[in-house]
């Protein structure tokens, strides 16, 4: 009897052990799947925080090579999923003179981060546009606007060390003078949002968005207008 009793006894605890264990993996289980998608979530936005990062070093040496005749700079980029690409579908029209721009582009996830024309742009799902960057505008009587046109052609994705090498390939000063006391600047681009915010921040006035066409314009108060304009060779290298 006494041996029935120590062996229901052990079997009972056996049982238990059993139950609290399968209790405590099954926890874990739920736990980990359950934080995952946030611990994932995570991870990507600060690798997009880190590319937020480089792409400022990038505008850096883009506009050394431009303004300052810098020889070849040379910007790292660690990327970890996404596309990086150069597209060439975005132009600014300063006193009805159009001149080409260009925009390096980084789309990862559902968000885009740009450099264009010496500012960068971060782009929403839904369009909103946010200025990481404020382009490099000369605002006054006499003002000076950047055109910066991004040559080359190139896309990769996947993950590893990407480096782009930025070199002048032509430069020029062209002067805009006023009619009627102002000189019109108009600008298609993806992140025409945020050309609209920055154009208003500088004082432009009549300012007119068309979203079917990706455009803003407006006006700007001034004497005249110098367009700084240069082309610059971006060449892509990997590993």
Same mark, same amino acid.
């Given at each position: 009897?006494?041996?029935?009793?120590?062996?229901?006894?052990?079997?009972?605890?056996?049982?238990?052990?059993?139950?609290?264990?399968?209790?405590?993996?099954?926890?874990?289980?739920?736990?980990? &799947?359950?934080?995952?998608? +946030?611990?994932? %979530?995570?991870?990507?936005? !600060?690798?997009?925080?880190?590319?937020?990062? $480089? *792409? /400022?070093?990038?505008?850096?040496?883009?506009?050394?090579?431009?303004?300052?005749?810098?020889?070849?700079?040379?910007?790292?980029?660690?990327?970890?999923?996404?596309?990086?690409?150069?597209?060439?579908?975005?132009?600014?029209?300063?006193?009805?003179?159009?001149?080409?721009?260009?925009?390096?582009?980084?789309?990862?996830?559902?968000?885009?981060?740009? &450099?264009?024309?010496?500012? +960068?742009?971060? %782009?929403?799902?839904?369009? !909103?546009?946010?200025?990481?960057?404020?382009? $490099? *505008? /000369?605002?006054?009587?006499?003002?000076?606007?950047?055109?910066?046109?991004?040559?080359?052609?190139?896309?990769?994705?996947?993950?590893?060390?990407?480096?782009?090498?930025?070199?002048?390939?032509?430069?020029?000063?062209?002067?805009?003078?006023?009619?009627?006391?102002?000189?019109?600047?108009?600008?298609?681009?993806?992140?025409?949002?945020?050309?609209?915010?920055?154009?208003?921040? +500088?004082?432009?006035?009549?300012?007119?968005?068309?979203?079917?066409?990706?455009?803003?314009? $407006?006006?700007?108060?001034?004497?005249?207008?110098?367009?700084?304009?240069?082309?610059?060779?971006?060449?892509?290298?990997?590993?």
């Amino acid at each position: 009897m006494k041996n029935l009793i120590e062996s229901e006894s052990a079997v009972s605890e056996s049982v238990s052990f059993i139950l609290t264990m399968g209790i405590v993996i099954l926890s874990s289980a739920l736990i980990y &799947y359950s934080s995952a998608p +946030i611990l994932d %979530k995570s991870e990507k936005n !600060a690798h997009f925080q880190e590319m937020e990062n $480089s *792409f /400022s070093y990038l505008s850096q040496n883009i506009d050394k090579v431009g303004y300052e005749k810098a020889p070849i700079r040379i910007t790292e980029l660690q990327i970890k999923g996404g596309t990086l690409t150069i597209a060439h579908n975005s132009v600014i029209t300063i006193g009805g003179i159009p001149y080409s721009l260009g925009s390096l582009e980084y789309i990862f996830e559902d968000k885009t981060l740009a &450099y264009e024309n010496t500012g +960068i742009w971060v %782009k929403y799902p839904n369009g !909103a546009v946010i200025i990481l960057s404020k382009p $490099s *505008f /000369s605002a006054g009587n006499i003002t000076t606007i950047p055109a910066m046109e991004l040559l080359g052609d190139y896309w990769t994705g996947g993950e590893g060390s990407i480096r782009i090498n930025s070199k002048i390939y032509s430069s020029s000063i062209n002067t805009v003078n006023a009619e009627n006391g102002s000189v019109s600047v108009e600008i298609n681009s993806s992140y025409y949002r945020g050309w609209e915010e920055y154009l208003e921040e +500088i004082g432009a006035r009549d300012i007119e968005v068309d979203d079917a066409n990706t455009t803003v314009k $407006s006006n700007l108060t001034v004497s005249l207008v110098n367009i700084d304009s240069n082309q610059i060779i971006t060449e892509l290298l990997e590993g």
